[in-house]
Every structure is written in structure tokens, then in C-alpha cells.
């Protein structure tokens, strides 16, 4: 086995979704229902059923997928604070607080006798965000909505959209969309576009029966939006900027293979069946296998893939960078540069050069730069 083969390349998977759709009731159910689920392996805190209306999970928490883990392709589920939850502090920020405050580890915020934690562990990083400075955004909704997808999308794999009801779905389409493009406009040389599962959590356990099935569902749900297309004022909207760039958007299907690499739909259902739980439970690890796979191939065919290593000190360069600047482009290329300022090989050094020349000369990432006459020009230093 060589070098490079023995590198530990992890695959990110993003699960997010409303407060109350069962993000965190799933990654729990991915962990202990595997065939190789451990006892010991750490899984949410779940929400009770009867206060699905309150965040529970708060922030952003990494759990591990026991059964990838001893490989060197590991999969990690991103459990999100759920959207739509307002300006609530979920129960595990409450839970937090309110410990900290015991050990008096907080800080006022001033007159309205708020408090924040003070946290000196070496493992974490306070940062200020810049752009935070209007009440409306220094609220906690609007970090959830327009901070976590920029971060999470940027370096996602693989996103799963969890929802309890499939009578807005237009409108979680839309929102698919609308996460996707903010990060296709504020991420420059992005490895891969990430795949997108939408898992329908709860379904009912009377629905068809070849709806269990992930490719028959998939395209069932694909058929029903297709009038949507010309309907929905949202979906038209998509339509037209993608027209303005030469290209007749005729599905849905079509529009949304422009931000994401695979699209699927996955039915769990609700209570009751025990073992069709578990197996479509299975199915969803299946698709998200299949995508983690997939996106570490085209990441390895592009020379992008981001060991263990990588991974962290990308993620706090992008902290960083979206702390600062919400809707600037963070680039790929500018990071690795950052992470790894002594190049090891000849390409990795003419493409640092090619890339310092460029901002030399006042370009950014936004210009449209035609790379022929950009190394035709070095060829002349050489």
C-alpha cells in the first residue's frame, strides 16, 4: 500500500431539514441499525415526539459512521441546528448555558442579562463575526439560514434534506436551489457539486408500495413537480438565469443536476414496521455510500481531495473567511495555497505561480480569464 493510499480521506454528509423533521432521529438510526452499529459509538439526543416544535440540537455536531470508520474513507454525519426555529436557543444550547453558569464560566452581554460561555479549551476558537452588526443579523435564525449553509455545502459530499411532509415540497425544492447557488456564488474552484437526498422521514406506512423503492420514488416525485416548472414563479426564476447562460432548462430533474451531482428521494417510514424501518434505513445509507464514493473519485480525478488533516485547517480557513466576508467568494485554490505554502511538485508550483501572477495583476476569481494567453505569458519568465 502506498503513501497516498494510506491517507485518511473523509467524506462529509450534511443533514439538514426544519426543527422538528428528525435529523438527528435518523443519524441515530444510521449509527445503531447497521450491521456493524456499536454500542459505544456516540449518536444525538434525540427530541421527544410531543415538543417537535422546539430546536433540540443546537450548532453543528460531527458524528461518526461506525461502520467506514476503521477505513481510510470515513464517513462523518454534520447534524444541523434546524431551520425555522427561530430565534429560540435549542435545548442543548439551554443545557450548556446553564452548566457553565453553575461553574461560572459566562460572560454578560450587557442589560438584557444575556450571557455567553467562555470557553478556554484549546480545541475551541472564539470568532467575531464582522458582518454581524444590524439586529437582523445578529439573530440566531439568520446565522442558521445564511451562515451554515456556506460552510456546510462549500465542504459537503453529500446534503440530506430531512422533512415530515411532502405537501411543500416545491417549495423545499426551491429552497435546495436557492442553498445551492448562494454557495455556487460565494465558492470559487469548488471540487465537486454535492450529491442531494431528500429523505421523507415518517412516511406513511400505506403509501404505494414502489415508493419504498429510491429510483421509483425519485422519479415519481420528479414527474409530479414537472408542472411546477412553468407554474412555480420561483422554479421560472431558475429557468431564466440559466436561459441567459444558453441553456433550455426543460425539467426539473435538468435544473437541479446544475447544483448537484445526483438527485434522491428516500421514504422512512413512520412507526409501526419495524423492519421496513431498517430497511429503508439501509437504502439511505446505500445512496449515501454511493455518493461519498462518487465524490471521492471526481475529487481524486481533479487532484482536490482533502485529507483528515486538510479537511480541519480548510474548515478554519473558511470559518474564517465567512466570518469576515458573508458573501465574498471563499476560494479553493487560495486555501491550499494558505494550507500548503511550499508546494511539492512542479504543477503545484507553476499553478501558485500562475496564481499569484494573476492577483498581481489586479484580477480576482470573478474575472474571466483565458488561461492559454495567462501561460503564454509565463512561458516568457521561463
Known amino acids: 500500500m502506498s503513501w497516498r493510499e494510506e491517507r485518511c480521506y473523509p467524506a462529509l454528509v450534511s443533514f439538514v431539514g426544519p426543527t422538528g423533521a428528525g435529523k438527528s432521529s435518523l443519524i441515530k438510526l444510521l449509527i445503531k441499525l447497521g450491521p456493524l452499529g456499536q454500542e459505544d459509538c456516540e449518536t444525538p439526543v434525540v427530541g421527544r415526539a410531543d415538543d417537535s416544535l422546539s430546536p433540540t440540537s443546537g450548532d453543528v455536531h460531527l458524528y461518526a459512521d461506525p461502520r467506514s470508520l476503521a477505513t481510510n474513507r470515513p464517513i ?3 447534524d444541523c441546528e434546524g431551520t425555522e426555529g427561530g430565534d429560540r436557543q435549542p435545548k442543548a444550547a439551554q443545557a450548556k448555558l446553564a452548566k457553565a453558569m453553575a461553574r461560572g464560566l459566562t460572560k454578560s452581554l450587557g442589560s438584557q442579562g444575556k450571557h455567553r460561555v467562555i470557553d478556554n479549551s484549546r480545541h475551541v476558537t472564539n470568532r467575531t463575526v464582522k458582518w454581524a452588526k444590524g439586529d437582523d443579523t445578529k439573530r440566531r435564525e439568520y446565522a442558521v439560514t445564511n451562515l451554515y449553509p456556506r460552510l ?4 459537503a459530499d453529500c446534503v440530506v434534506l430531512v422533512l415530515k411532509s411532502q405537501q411543500s415540497i416545491e417549495k423545499i425544492i426551491v429552497q435546495l436551489l436557492d442553498w445551492a447557488k448562494i ?14 437526498i431528500i429523505a421523507l422521514n415518517a412516511s406513511a406506512n400505506q403509501i404505494s408500495a414502489s415508493r419504498w423503492d429510491v429510483s421509483t420514488s425519485t422519479q415519481l416525485l420528479m414527474d409530479e413537480l414537472q408542472p411546477a416548472l412553468e407554474q412555480n414563479a420561483d422554479l421560472q426564476r ?5 436561459k441567459g447562460k444558453n441553456l433550455e432548462i426543460t425539467s426539473v430533474k435538468m435544473l437541479l443536476s446544475q447544483y448537484y451531482s445526483s438527485f434522491k428521494v428516500v421514504h422512512i417510514p413512520e412507526n409501526g414496521r419495524p423492519e421496513l424501518i431498517r430497511a429503508q434505513v439501509e437504502r439511505l445509507y446505500g445512496e449515501i455510500f454511493r455518493a461519498s464514493e462518487e465524490s471521492y473519485e471526481m475529487k481524486k480525478k481533479r487532484r482536490m481531495l482533502l485529507t483528515s488533516t486538510d479537511l480541519h485547517s480548510y474548515l478554519q480557513f473558511a470559518f474564517d473567511w465567512f466570518c469576515r466576508f458573508l458573501n465574498t467568494p471563499f476560494d479553493f485554490i487560495q486555501a491550499s495555497f494558505t494550507n500548503n505554502q511550499t508546494p511539492s511538485d512542479f504543477q503545484s508550483n507553476i499553478t501558485n505561480l500562475a496564481f499569484k501572477l494573476m492577483h498581481a495583476n489586479g484580477w480576482t476569481t470573478d474575472t474571466k480569464l483565458m488561461v492559454r494567453p495567462l501561460f503564454e505569458g509565463l512561458s516568457f519568465m521561463a
Open 238 to 242: 431558475y429557468v431564466r438565469i440559466w
Open 152 to 155: 456546510l455545502y462549500t465542504f
Open 76 to 78: 462523518l454525519y454534520a
Open 183 to 196: 454557495v455556487s456564488e460565494t465558492s470559487s474552484n469548488q471540487p465537486t457539486l454535492p450529491h442531494a
